[in-house]
């Protein structure tokens, strides 16, 4: 991967015409995913390899944040440490430009809203495995109401319990059923 | 076929593909939560399993191995436990499934550690307690099923965290498979153990799927965990058990090699993960038997004792003529559920109904 990088600036490829070609990579990979030619250790391995392909862009080019990029403050919910799929999906939104904020696991409401009132994201990315935790998913929508940020930012939430109609209940604006969608889903709530 | 047979002669009738008397159930586990429901008083131990078992009628009574005499699980921090691997798993409350937790990590991440590993064994005393009681209780006349929980991909890749494993497939093969072998000896061990203890039949659980597919590309899964699986089906068939495998997920891309290892039944066929339980017996009865059919994500806890009726009446007319189904819950009688006394009343109308209206012949 290293040296494919390398290649394409020696060749005069800019940082962000790279990107661009890992965004693509991984639309092609959701398609082959949802097209059930691909499976869950290819999507892991395409995650890994776009990460170590932005580590070598990194040590090239001043990586700053990007003028007009989207931001994404991610993480999985208070009560909750699972992340394999919060991780996939965290891969993919930086590796496709996007300037993303992962507070990781277990993480507080308080402490989302603090992260995205400090960084301005428009967009919250909410993770949960556990029929029990996802409802902390809620509270976090009421805590960013509360704090007067809600109509600033999308909020997207995944993971294994969650469905649309769980999305639409606790008022998200959209669910991610599996990782590879989410920049699916994203394109369509950013037109919206 | 005449009526009266034990529960354990129908458990043999379905898997040599003969009508039993009625269509056998099988549960691969119960959690203590329900039990205490259904029994109407605290749950105390494997006696009370075992009275559960014998109350509903559960033909195929399925008991796991059990911890070393006097250990105990660590807890490292509040809300984390380690378990006798030295894996991490979430203590939820009040969520929790019958004292077990849900998994967060492993405890081997490089080939070192591995090496300074001290991994359990199976032949140890306290092993086989559960699996003793119950069989010594009802060992004559249910098909008391010694149950290897975790298989060899799901306890090798528990061992690493599941993604790390994925990424060992592809890109560290022979540590992968170092760690499958490991678990491959552990399992045919437990096997021999549950034999030896008077099991007839054995229930391997081993998921290797969610609800899109396997883990991983079926050639990886050909390459990497075929043979070990292969392997252990033909170890446990040569001591003269019968095996019930159990996978959750979509296993549809790889459902050949089930087939061709050998196997006389698969449990619990997802609905949700797009399983469908009257095609795969249409299509193989006759070297498959099919475990599962009553919907416990959906149906079980948030439907009506009326909507539970009809679905298991469905399944037995569906699939139930000429034997090969088995009728059971689509995972486990468990517990994480929003309303547990309709829960459990819900569970007791599967059963009713699946004793009522499973009785051969059929149509």
Redesign the interface.
Known sequence: MQSTVDNALTAGMTASQVIAGIRKGFEEIGRRYEAGEYFLSELIMSGETAKSALETLKAHVQMTAREGSAKVVIGTVEGDLHDIGKNIVSMILLSSGLDVYDLGIDVKSADYVNEVRQTGAQILGLSALLTTTMLNMGTVIEDLKKAGLREKIKVIIGGQPTSQEFARQIGADAQVGDAPKVLKVLDKLMEA | MSAGMTPKERAHAVLDHKEPDRIPLLEAWASDLTIEKILQRPFKGINDTVDFYKKLEIDFACISYGPPKDWERKFPHEG?FLDEWGRKW?Y?K??MWGGYG?Y?DGTIKTAEQYDEFEFPTANVPGRMDAFETTFKRIGDRFAVTGTIDEGIFQRAALMTG??EF??Y???APSFARQLLKKHYEFAVELGKLFIDAGAEFILVGDDIA?N??????PR?YEQFVYPYHRSLVQSLKKRGAKVVWDSDGNLM?ILGYLLDMGIDALHPIEPTAGMDIVKLHRDYKDRLSVAGGVDVVNLLPLGSEEDVEKAVVSVIKEAGSGGGLILGTTNSIHS?VPDLDKFARNVLKYVETAHRFGVYPIR
């Open positions: 984390v979430q939820v009040g969520a849900f967060i599941l993604k994925l990424v497939l592809h890109e969610d899109h597919g396997p883990f991983m590309p990886l891309p994480s």
